[in-house]
C-alpha cells in the first residue's frame, strides 16, 4: 500500500513539473513571438525612412471596401488614359511638400514608404498596359536599384536614407479612368482605376573635373501601375491643400482624385491595338482634334441617354410653336397616343 501511494505521489509530482515546464516554454515562446513582432515593427518603422505612413485599422479597411464601385453591372465603359502634369497649378497638390515636413509628405513619398514596408504592390509598367496579375508584380528591390538608392533588407521591408527618395523628380502621373454607365442603378460615373508615378530624370553633363552643366531636358520614366483600390484607404487618410486662395488642408487625396480636381491631358483610350494616340494621330493638330473629340463624346454621353420620340422631335423642329401648344393640349387629353421619355416629363 505504502508503495502504491508513493508511486502516485511520484507520478502526480512528475506530472505538475511537466504541466509547469510545458506552461514556461509556451510563456517563452509567446514572449519570443512579441519580441520577433517588435522587431519587425521596428526595422519597419527603420530609422532612415523618416516619418511613416500609420497603418490601417480594420475601421478604414471595412470602409474602402463599401466604396468600391464594381463595374460587372455597367452597361457602358469608356476607358481613358490621361497625364497629369505636376507643373500646372492645379496638379500641384500632390507634388507639394516635395520633401517631408513633420508627418506631411506628397503622394509618390507615400506611395514610395508603402511599398518599401510592404503595405502596397505596384505592377509592371508593361509598355502601359495594365495588367494586374502576378507575375508583373514589381520587386521592391529592383526598383531601388534602378533608382541607384542604397538600402538595406529586413524581410520583405527595405530601409534606406528617405532624403535618396526622388519626390522632386516625380513631375507626373499617368492615370487610368473608367467612364461608366450603371443602367440598373441609373448611375453615370467616373472611376480611377489605376496610377502610374512618371519620373523626370535630371540628367547632368559635366567635364572630367566633375563640375556640372546645365541639366538637360527631363526624360519621363514611367515607374508602374499601382490599383487604386489598394491606394484609396491610404489616400483617404492623408490630407492635402487643393488651392492657393485657401489654405485649410480640407481636402484629402482620394477626394482630389474622386472629384476629379486634376486637370490632365488624354493620351490613349483603350484599343486592340494597344496603341497611343500619338501612334494614330502624328501631327500636332490631329492630336488635339482627337483629344477634344474625346472628351466632347465622354461630356455629352450623359446627354444622350434620355432621348425624345423622332418624330415629336421632327415636328418640334418643324413649328416649335405648333409643337409646344400641342404637347400642353395632348398632356391634358387621356386619348392622346403621343410617347414621351423621363427627361419630357421632367
Known amino acids: 500500500m505504502k508503495k502504491i501511494l508513493h508511486t502516485a505521489i511520484i507520478s502526480f509530482c512528475f506530472l505538475f513539473v511537466s504541466g509547469l515546464m510545458t506552461a514556461q516554454n509556451q510563456q517563452e515562446s509567446l514572449r519570443d513571438r512579441l519580441a520577433k513582432k517588435q522587431q519587425q515593427q521596428q526595422g519597419t518603422q527603420g530609422q532612415d525612412n523618416g516619418p511613416q505612413v ?8 471595412m470602409m474602402n471596401e463599401n466604396q468600391t464601385r464594381d463595374l460587372s453591372n455597367a452597361t457602358w465603359i469608356r476607358e481613358v488614359y490621361r497625364f497629369l502634369d505636376l507643373t500646372k497649378g492645379s496638379n500641384a497638390a500632390l507634388y507639394y511638400p516635395v520633401q517631408p515636413i513633420g508627418d506631411k509628405m506628397n503622394l509618390y513619398t507615400m506611395i514610395f514608404k508603402l ?3 510592404g503595405n502596397l504592390i505596384g505592377y509592371d509598367w508593361n509598355n502601359g498596359q495594365d495588367l494586374f496579375v502576378d507575375k508583373l508584380i514589381v520587386d521592391f528591390g529592383d526598383v531601388l536599384n ?26 507626373g502621373y ?3 479612368e473608367a467612364w461608366y454607365f450603371d443602367q440598373s442603378n441609373s448611375v453615370m ?32 520614366e514611367p515607374q508602374f501601375w499601382i490599383p487604386y483600390e489598394y491606394l484609396r484607404p491610404y489616400a483617404a487618410r492623408m490630407p492635402i491643400m487643393a488651392s492657393d486662395l485657401n489654405n485649410v488642408m480640407n481636402k484629402t487625396v482620394d477626394d482630389y482624385f474622386r472629384m476629379r480636381l486634376y486637370d490632365g491631358e488624354i493620351y490613349k483610350t483603350t484599343n486592340m491595338e494597344n496603341k497611343f494616340l500619338q501612334e494614330k494621330f502624328t501631327t500636332p493638330e490631329a492630336l488635339k482634334h482627337a483629344q477634344d473629340s474625346i472628351e466632347n463624346q465622354l461630356k455629352q454621353f450623359d446627354k444622350g441617354l434620355w432621348v425624345i420620340n423622332d418624330s415629336i422631335k421632327a415636328a418640334g423642329d418643324q ?22 421619355s423621363a427627361r419630357d416629363r421632367r
Open 146 to 171: 534602378r533608382l541607384e538608392i542604397p538600402y538595406q533588407k529586413n524581410g520583405n521591408t527595405y530601409t534606406f536614407d528617405e532624403f535618396s527618395i526622388p519626390s522632386n523628380e516625380a513631375l
Open 174 to 176: 499617368y492615370i487610368k
Open 115 to 117: 511599398m518599401a514596408n
Open 189 to 220: 460615373g467616373v472611376k480611377t482605376v489605376a496610377i502610374c508615378p512618371v519620373l523626370f530624370r535630371q540628367r547632368y553633363f559635366g567635364d572630367d573635373d566633375g563640375e556640372l552643366a546645365m541639366p538637360s531636358t527631363g526624360s519621363r
Open 54 to 61: 500609420p497603418q490601417l485599422s480594420v475601421r478604414a479597411e
Open 319 to 340: 413649328n416649335p410653336r405648333k409643337s409646344k401648344a400641342s404637347k400642353s393640349s395632348k398632356a391634358k387629353s387621356s386619348s392622346s397616343s403621343a410617347t414621351y
